[in-house]
């Protein structure tokens, strides 16, 4: 069970460039989170994504930044325009289903805009 | 509230001493809460739950205790080893958002001395 995969690990983006995330969660896991973690920082929520759905993206900023989980393929967090603020560590995370559960979180993608 | 740009607070313990690291939620709907663990250039790794019916459970090396009443968490780690150099969040599982996001606390970094 190869886990929460993330890719890349590391991102280098111009200011106004755009920064595309990609998450492919446990084998047997349909829902998907995406938090976001400046330094020396908790992690914030941005979204929670089922198959093709958006569930909650109340953390979410409303423009630049988007989300989807289609029904073949990773979760893709998008960032366009990026800025120097949006440079952080994004963390994908996924479980089984609703209710109550512990999240299993991927290695993280290390946003660098400069 | 959120904790913006301010540094962790750090525990710093000797090798095989046992270790306590406190945690204050905010919110009194919260039923489900978990302790993660972050080594450097990692994502959160799960450690142990508790639900809001229990003030105590033990896993390995590990105990969580919950106090309600003050909305209060911590986790004691026994005979605390290098490897356990981390930081440390507490999660809380806020049940009126409808969905199963977890919101993190800022986290404490533990240094275990040799």
């Known amino acids: 069970n190869a886990g929460v995969m993330q890719n890349p690990r590391h991102l280098v983006r111009r200011r106004g460039q755009e920064a595309r995330l990609r998450c492919s969660p446990m084998?047997?896991?349909?829902?998907v989170y995406w938090y976001r973690q400046l330094p020396e920082e908790g992690l914030k929520f941005m979204v929670y994504l089922q198959k093709e759905n958006i569930i909650d993206e109340s953390g979410m900023p409303k423009e630049r930044f988007s989300a989807e989980f289609p029904k073949e393929g990773p979760s893709i967090l998008r960032i366009q325009q990026v800025v120097r603020g949006d440079s952080a560590a994004y963390f994908c995370a996924s479980s089984s289903g609703t209710g109550q559960q512990q999240l299993t979180f991927g290695s993280g993608t290390r946003l660098t805009v400069v | 509230g959120e904790s913006v740009g301010l540094h962790l607070p750090t525990l710093s313990v000797q090798e095989g001493d046992n270790s306590i690291i406190n945690c204050a939620y905010s919110n009194s709907a919260s039923d489900y809460f978990i302790w993660y663990k972050q080594e450097s250039g990692k994502g959160p790794q799960f450690i142990i739950d508790?639900?809001?019916?229990?003030d105590k459970r033990q896993g390995q090396r590990v105990t969580v205790l919950l106090n309600k009443t003050v909305k209060h968490l911590s986790l004691q780690i026994a005979a605390t080893q290098p490897g356990d150099s981390a930081v440390y969040f507490c999660?809380?599982?806020?049940?009126?958002?409808?969905?199963?996001?977890?919101?993190f606390g800022t986290g404490t970094r533990l240094t275990v001395i040799p």
């Open positions: 508790i639900r809001s019916n229990m």
């Open positions: 999660a809380e599982n806020r049940v009126e958002t409808g969905a199963n996001n977890l919101f």
């Open positions: 084998k047997g896991h349909s829902h």
